[in-house]
């Protein structure tokens, strides 16, 4: 016997395939949210242009350094900044939460509680975030 | 059955490009982007700035994060396009764009980061 | 004072005489301790002797009463009327499977998956004289969360990646492959990986997590994917690292 469906005896009619709709992300919350924060990537490699022409208006002088300085200050360039810093922090505290999830941690062979793996990232996030802006600032 | 050994390991840049953005981006965003133009705080001197940039473990620092930045980038819109569009008969058409656009970027950053200055 | 019946939107679908369903209201008592599933049971019993749908064991252990109610996936004997009062309550097969008629879904893509994964202890067995496989609760932890699946496909229905392309491998079938590959007696990782490091699937998978949401056992198949994929992951690099001999 084979386990193809089409045998001569078998004259099941046919079943209705339902077909995923264009805009399936926008049917539920959890969809909607998924694609947000996939969609946060493209924040992040914007950023990465953005600070590669600021480190390059540095190497160039300071009234390059100047310039970017104003042209940052631009409407526009804010506008797309203030977008970008929250779909960084969607992405930040997203990635955060799932991490639990996708990683087991482990202390001396027992597993760690997902709530203690949440709480060491943004202890790591402080850390790094008030060396960047120690380094940067200088206070 | 065939490995294909590229994914895994495109996989593992993706993941941690998003450790890597995910601590460092929003505080550089948010002191480059807004902090300074805006004088919310006072920019730093250039000379502070050209100081901390000329060092060389600032560069091979800020080179990480942009190749990481840039591979975590056309990982996850490879597959946004695939999913939220429908785009999975042209995959690799997308996939050489996203991963192409890429490696050119981290190609600009390394020339950049390590080349002027 | 709550109303004494809700409405059941339910779909229809026949074939051979329609193109695609189409839903048909009935009005069922409205009972505190009723589910779903028991409005359905009335309607079959009392209504309408057509209506076709899956069920048994009414208690969320076998998986088969899985549907989509207000747009939701439900095993059907879990989700009390109640919840949906004043309604009415829409009442949908499970989505991304073909129906085969109103509400009962055709399975087999998913038994032929889980097959693929070889979802049993693989091992060169020993004869019975040299005693049982021992595990101790630690290592009994480990899949533990991972063998509570009921194969209702609840999660199937619920992963976007699946609806999208019907080749991915699917949250319950990795989630049961993690559970063989974590079992301390097990020796067929490597056969599954071969399966599953292929891009229809662990690599499909963007962790949408809605299949750990919906999932009415908590076996978190979303965390069994990223996890597998790690170890993956892992292993791929090994390979590169390595000399042959020392994988």
């Not at chain 1, 200050?73 to 996708?102: C, I, K, S």
């Not at chain 2, 505080?27 to 060389?56: C, N, Q, R, S």
């Not at chain 3, 292993?235 to 001999?245: E, M, V």
Request: net charge negative; hydrophobic share 45%; with cysteine.
């Amino acid at each position: 016997m084979t386990t193809n469906r089409s045998t001569s005896f078998d004259v099941r009619p046919p079943a209705y395939r339902p077909r995923m709709s264009l805009w399936w992300w926008l049917s539920k919350w959890s969809y909607l949210l998924f694609v947000l924060r996939e969609l946060s990537s493209v924040f992040v490699a914007w950023f990465v242009v953005f600070l590669l022409l600021f480190v390059r208006a540095v190497y160039q002088g300071d009234d390059q350094y100047q310039d970017f300085l104003s042209w940052a200050a631009n409407p526009f360039v804010v506008l797309v900044n203030v977008v970008a810093l929250a779909f960084l922090l969607l992405h930040t505290v997203t990635w955060f939460g799932l991490t639990p999830q996708a990683v087991p941690a482990r202390l001396r062979g027992r597993p760690v509680p997902s709530s203690m793996v949440v709480a060491s990232q943004y202890v790591g996030w402080a850390a790094v975030s008030a060396f960047v802006f120690w380094l940067v600032v200088g206070w | 059955m065939r490995r294909r050994p590229v994914e895994p390991l495109v996989w593992l840049l993706f993941s941690g490009g998003g450790v890597a953005t995910a601590l460092f981006f929003p505080i550089l965003l948010f002191l480059f982007g807004l902090a300074f133009p805006l004088g919310w705080i006072e920019p730093p001197g250039h000379a502070h700035l050209d100081a901390v940039l000329g060092h060389l473990l600032t560069r091979i620092v800020l080179l990480g994060l942009c190749v990481l930045g840039l591979v975590h980038w056309a990982h996850r819109f490879r597959y946004t396009l695939h999913e939220g569009l429908q785009l999975g008969r042209v995959d690799n058409q997308v996939a050489i764009v996203c991963y192409g656009a890429a490696v050119v970027g981290s190609i600009a950053a390394a020339y950049v980061l390590l080349f002027t200055g | 004072m709550m109303a004494d019946t809700i409405t059941l939107d339910v779909a229809r679908y026949r074939p051979g005489q329609e193109a695609e369903p189409t839903l048909q209201s009935y009005d069922v008592p409205l009972r505190d301790d009723w589910v779903v599933l028991d409005g359905l049971n009335y309607v079959k019993d009392e209504l309408d002797g057509t209506l076709s749908y899956r069920w048994s064991c009414r208690m969320g252990i076998c998986g088969s009463c899985g549907m989509t109610v207000n747009g939701e996936p439900k095993l059907t004997c879990a989700t009390f009327l109640t919840e949906y009062a004043p309604g009415p309550i829409r009442v949908e097969p499970l989505g991304n499977f073909p129906v085969l008629r109103d509400l009962v879904v055709d399975i087999d893509d998913f038994l032929d998956k889980l097959s693929r994964v070889k979802p049993w202890i693989v091992r060169d067995e020993a004869p019975v004289s040299e005693g049982e496989y021992l595990q101790t609760p630690d290592e009994l932890e480990e899949f533990r969360q991972y063998s509570m699946c009921i194969n209702c496909m609840l999660c199937y229905s619920a992963c976007p990646v699946y609806g999208i392309d019907e080749e991915f491998v699917g949250p319950a079938a990795i989630a049961l492959a993690q559970r063989y590959n974590l079992d301390s007696r097990d020796e067929g990782a490597a056969d599954r990986l071969d399966v599953l490091i292929h891009p229809d699937g662990l690599w499909g998978c963007t962790f949408v997590g809605d299949c750990t949401r919906v999932c009415p056992k908590h076996v978190d198949p979303a965390g069994a994917i990223q996890r597998y994929k790690l170890t993956a992951a892992m292993d791929t690099l090994k390979s590169y690292l390595l000399p042959r001999g020392r994988r």
